[in-house]
């Protein structure tokens, strides 16, 4: 605290510095520092987290302040949206902190902040005669259901959402409707955004959570005569681009998948979130307790730091990768998904490109395999999803020190209804972040057509078999090293299983059967571990067809072909 504001405390105002005066120098200066964290580039992350410490020690000082004079600044003239202003401020500190470092404390924090917002409706007042007041509200709300989305709290989004189609209509009549299209739009997007993350795609939580996933501790251990280290994901970059993709604000529903799927899911969160205590959570009291202790699991290490990017120029990519790269720690590895729907041919040097970003040059567009060489010095695992995934297997034959591991989509997506990049996202995303999900999408069932005791027990099978298929691959003595250092991590293991899961489904899809260019790849390739005949492949995805009434879908070899599956081969119509 500074003497000009110890010297107003001390003296209770009296003879000393108004009260109002010490306030409104701490909002300006707290302002002033807001706006330089905000410009502050992802990359520079030491930087980064010493400014926010500083920036949030001030709004702390600034909150407290208020509270404790909040008499003498009312009667000086301090508004309630003031004091609303403040509390959003803090709340975009902590949500910003928290995609800074995916400390899950940090999402809580800036959820209880905006949660009392709403709450105290700080904003109310002279809502529809002041048009920045009311777009201090739409932009508090549109930030909140970012927050509620991340959150996975999808009662809460949806009943911010209606709060915001309301407001912006009603903004539109009482002022100038030209004002508000912005905000139309971004309506547009968030409900296009929830109609893309169907129903069912809650029924299990996209994180990695210990009521369903194995816990850490007890994952396989791979033979030290494969490798002698042990690798953890530490940082990820996540990066989309499609024309016209689903998405709200700067997270598409690829990267929303994605950063998801690379978390812990917080203690019992998942399933409370879709019970009746949802909208009972308060902002204080012991209800706040309760929910900072959800989140917090001491048992459990960090979730790896995320990076993500939309749209990047290749430029900011490049620099995004080499300053990670330079502070991941000597046991990490880096993950980059790089999701886009454009792609070019490329010099005679090169063996193709992918096209990411707004079109133009292709030069300052295109990242080629050959961008990513200099980072090989480091451990790296690419999930590249695009058409065009296959030219970066060139990569394997030129690291410049570490070898990488590499899991390519197809070539080409399977036709299926309600399955498109626009509507829906990637398929070969939504298999690596929900792959129960991708394959009913795949054999065209939807939420509502789902029976949820059937989705249960599927789920339980799959399950199981993808940890039998771990345990298979950690002790298989024909694993590449380059797997074996990686595979007991969490979440690069719960990847990898759900690649094969893909790769399997793919190759006995009717459909699509025998065609190459519809199956992914990984880089080194896979052992066919010796499974037990009701684990392999072909048993599990015809176990889980049959449960959906759906094997006419795939072709099974004969061995494992029920007595009445023949029949219903001969009516499938492709």
Not at 284 to 301: F, H
Not at 366 to 380: A, K, N, V
């Amino acid at each position: 605290m500074s003497s000009q504001q110890q010297q107003m405390q001390n003296s209770g105002g009296g003879g000393g510095i108004p009260v109002s005066e010490v306030f409104w120098t701490l909002v300006d200066k707290a302002d002033k520092k807001f706006s330089k964290i905000r410009d502050l580039p992802f990359y520079q992350r030491s930087r980064h987290d010493t400014y926010f410490y500083k920036v949030f020690k001030l709004y702390t000082q600034l909150w407290k302040f208020q509270q404790e004079n909040r008499q003498k600044l009312v009667e000086a003239g301090l508004r309630r949206w003031e004091i609303g202003e403040i509390a959003s401020r803090i709340g975009q500190l902590y949500f910003g902190q928290y995609m800074q470092t995916s400390d899950a404390n940090y999402l809580s924090e800036s959820y209880i902040f905006y949660e009392a917002i709403l709450t105290r409706e700080y904003f109310k007042e002279g809502l529809f005669q002041d048009v920045n007041i009311a777009n201090k509200q739409l932009r508090f709300l549109a930030r909140f259901i970012m927050v509620c989305l991340v959150l996975n709290r999808r009662e809460m989004v949806q009943q911010l959402v209606n709060q915001l189609k309301v407001l912006v209509d009603e903004c539109k009549r009482a002022f100038q409707e030209s004002d508000f299209k912005e905000w139309k739009l971004v309506v547009q997007e968030i409900l296009r955004f929830l109609k893309a993350d169907t129903a069912y795609m809650n029924l299990r939580p996209l994180r990695y959570s210990l009521v369903l996933d194995p816990h850490p501790d007890t994952l396989p251990h791979v033979a030290a005569a494969i490798t002698k280290r042990h690798l953890k994901l530490r940082d990820a970059v996540l990066s989309s681009f499609h024309q016209n993709e689903v998405k709200y604000s700067e997270l598409t529903i690829d990267t929303f998948r994605m950063l998801q799927c690379l978390e812990w899911e917080p203690s019992g969160l998942f399933y409370q979130s879709s019970g009746s205590k949802l909208s009972q959570n308060g902002a204080t009291g012991t209800s706040r307790i309760s929910y900072i202790q959800d989140i917090a699991d001491p048992t459990l290490p960090a979730n790896p730091r995320k990076a993500v990017l939309y749209c990047p120029t290749l430029t900011h990519f490049i620099a995004v990768l080499a300053t990670i790269c330079e502070e991941l720690p000597s046991d990490g590895i880096l993950l980059v998904y790089l999701s886009a729907s454009g792609y070019c041919s490329a010099p005679h040097n090169e063996s193709g490109c992918i096209h990411f970003g707004p079109h133009g040059d292709r030069g300052s567009n295109c990242i080629y395999p050959s961008d990513f060489l200099p980072f090989t010095r480091r451990p790296l695992l690419l999930v590249i999803d695009n058409d065009n995934s296959q030219a970066f297997k060139v990569i394997a034959d030129a690291e410049k020190g570490e070898p990488v591991a590499m899991l390519l989509s197809p070539s080409c997506s399977p036709v299926v209804s309600d399955c498109s990049h626009h509507s829906n996202g990637s398929l070969f995303t939504m298999f690596l972040t929900a792959p129960l999900q991708a394959f009913c999408l795949l054999i065209g069932l939807s939420g509502t057509d789902i029976d949820l005791d059937t989705f249960n027990k599927a789920e339980t099978l799959l399950t199981s078999s993808l940890n039998n298929w771990g345990l298979a691959l950690a002790i298989s003595d024909t694993l590449n090293p380059v797997w074996g250092q990686i595979l007991g991590d969490p979440f690069i293991r719960r990847l990898l299983l759900r690649f094969i899961f893909c790769q399997a489904v793919l190759t006995l899809y009717a459909p699509v059967y025998n065609e190459n260019k519809f199956l992914p790849t990984c880089v080194p390739s896979l052992p066919m571990p010796v499974l037990q005949p009701s684990y392999s492949y072909q048993s599990v995805i015809l176990n889980l067809a049959s449960m959906f009434g759906t094997t006419k879908y795939f072709v099974f070899s004969e061995d494992v072909l029920p007595e009445n599956l023949q029949a219903n081969m001969n009516q499938l119509n492709l």
